[in-house]
């Protein structure tokens, strides 16, 4: 069985380095064998797009890779916390936001950008139980936000 670390490596996926919150919390809390991580926003990628309102600024396409980026911030996390990804049992919750145009109806194809990147890196244990939602609007207008909680190995 492969691990999380080795999966990172086998398709060069490069994590950003782990940002730090904007205000008055923190960015995870281990409680017992459960990682709660706060919301996290995309980590910004020279030409991917990341802000703006999906529907009417950016595509879904653009609104997907948005959320990998915002997966990839939140993996950063998850390893500054953790020192590794393999320490990561499975995915339990997401909740992805979407800053979206009144009318957009696609939420969940958007929340798909950080659910696929869960399955890439901790197969079939990186798909849990998502909410998918639209938002009229996120901090500093970024596309997505995602928060997330992971049951931890023993």
Do not use: W
Not at 8 to 37: E, F, R, T
């Amino acid at each position: 069985m492969s691990s999380a670390e080795n999966n990172l490596l086998d398709k060069n996926i490069v994590l950003p380095k782990a940002p730090k919150p904007i205000a008055n919390y923190v960015s995870a809390v281990v409680i017992g064998d459960m990682l709660y991580v706060s919301g996290h926003g995309p980590a910004p990628l020279e030409g991917v797009k990341t802000t703006g309102k999906v529907g009417r600024d950016l595509t879904v396409e653009e609104g997907y890779q948005s959320a990998r980026r915002t997966g990839l911030s939140i993996l950063a996390t998850v390893r500054e916390v953790l020192g590794s990804l393999d320490r990561v049992d499975r995915v339990v919750k997401l909740l992805g936001m979407v800053n979206a145009s009144e009318d957009f109806q696609h939420h969940p194809r958007v929340i798909n950008g950080c659910s696929d990147l869960f399955v890439e890196i901790f197969g079939d244990h990186g798909r849990g139980t998502r909410s998918a939602v639209g938002m009229g609007s996120l901090p500093g207008n970024i596309a997505t936000e995602v928060e997330a909680i992971f049951h931890l190995k023993k």
